[in-house]
């Protein structure tokens, strides 16, 4: 088992950028794809970007690519998720996750997810 812990969020106006973290204890972390999401009011928690554990393979959603990008640094058991050209749509809470299976790169799926963080909030004013 691992704890996440995501930091970084805040208020950004449109068009700005934002980096969110999320650091994670366990010695395992290198070994586990790591994800992130979002839930924004009312709407269902939506898959937004990926990245492997074997060569760093990244995996985004349509809403984002071009203008996201996740990375991880195993020396410091962390994974990044940069926001550039950030929209109004983009406001939500963040939630970091860490899948052990790998399965999660091809399905895209919160349940392939073991552990989660507690979310930091991302708001993008107009």
């Known amino acids: 088992q691992v704890r996440l812990v995501e930091s970084g969020g805040g208020l950004v106006q449109a068009g700005g950028s934002l980096r969110v973290s999320c650091a994670v204890s366990?010695?395992?972390?290198?070994?586990?794809?790591m994800g992130w999401f979002r839930q924004a009011p009312e709407k269902e928690r939506e898959f937004v970007a990926a990245i492997s554990y074997r060569d760093g393979s990244t995996y985004y959603a349509d809403s984002v690519k071009g203008r996201f990008t996740i990375s991880r640094n195993n020396a410091k058991n962390t994974v990044y998720l940069q926001m550039n050209s950030l929209r109004p749509e983009d406001t939500a809470v963040y939630y970091c996750?860490?899948?052990?299976?790998?399965?999660?790169?091809?399905?895209?799926?919160?349940?392939?997810?073991?552990?989660w963080g507690q979310g930091t909030q991302v708001t993008v004013s107009s």
């Open positions: 366990g010695r395992t972390f290198a070994s586990y794809a």
């Open positions: 996750a860490a899948d052990p299976s790998g399965r999660s790169l091809l399905s895209r799926q919160s349940v392939d997810f073991s552990s």
